[in-house]
Structure formats: C-alpha cells, structure tokens
C-alpha cells in the first residue's frame, strides 16, 4: 500500500517561510515523480512542483518559481518543498503526489496522480 504523509504546514505571516515533508512508501515504480499539488478554497487543484527519482528534473509553476524549493533525500524516502517569500495567495491545502509519470508532466494534470496524501494546510496571512 502506498502511503504518502505530509508534514510542515501552518499559519505564517506573508514574508515568511514553511518546509512541508513527505515521507513516501509502499510502492515499486522503475521509474516516478513526486510532487505537490494545492488546492485554494473555492479554486481547482494546482500542480505546484515535482522531482524525479533521480533528482536531476525539477518543476515548478510560474506561481512558485523562484520562490520554492523542491529536494529528495532518497535515503529517507522524503521529499521537501521549502517555501520562502511566502504570499497571502499560497493560501491552500498542499497534497504530496506519487506519479509514474515523468517530471514535469506528473504535475500538469491530475490525471497523471495514482497516489495522494491526505494534505497539510498552509495559511499566509497578510
């Protein structure tokens, strides 16, 4: 059974930084991404960055870029997203994602998602 689990979500002020984990297992792909999507109230669900299992292809919405930071320790099975400069609009749930598919085409679409954590709340406050 695969199990993603997320960690590090909260409120903070804008300006300020949170670091959500996902601690990943239970599943065999040869090959995969891991990423994160969000979810704004009243707003459609948004693919916000993915690693591949290598490490060496990274992804992030415009939204994002420049902004966070996705990283994998493969040791730990872990994935990280490091926000910084955080804005009133990051405001979601942010669910880790497991994809057979490539980075970053994992994230495009939730169609590509097979597995999902059950979201941590990330609150920015103005």
């Known amino acids: 059974e695969v199990k993603l689990v997320e960690s590090g979500g909260g409120l903070v002020q804008a300006g300020g930084s949170l670091r959500l984990s996902c601690a990943a297992s239970g599943f065999f792909f040869d090959d995969y991404a891991i990423g994160w999507f969000r979810q704004a109230p009243g707003k459609e669900r948004e693919g916000v960055s993915c690693?591949?299992?290598?490490?060496?292809?990274?992804y992030y919405a415009d939204s994002v870029k420049g902004r966070f930071t996705i990283s994998s320790d493969n040791a730990k099975n872990t994935v990280y997203l490091q926000m910084n400069s955080l804005k009133p609009e990051d405001t979601a749930v942010y669910y880790c994602?497991?994809?057979?598919?490539?980075?970053?085409?994992?994230?495009?679409?939730?169609?590509?998602?097979?597995?999902w954590g059950q979201g941590t709340p990330v609150t920015v406050s103005s």
């Open positions: 690693i591949s299992k290598s490490g060496d292809i990274t």
């Open positions: 994602v497991l994809s057979p598919a490539q980075c970053p085409i994992a994230v495009v679409t939730t169609n590509f998602i097979t597995s």
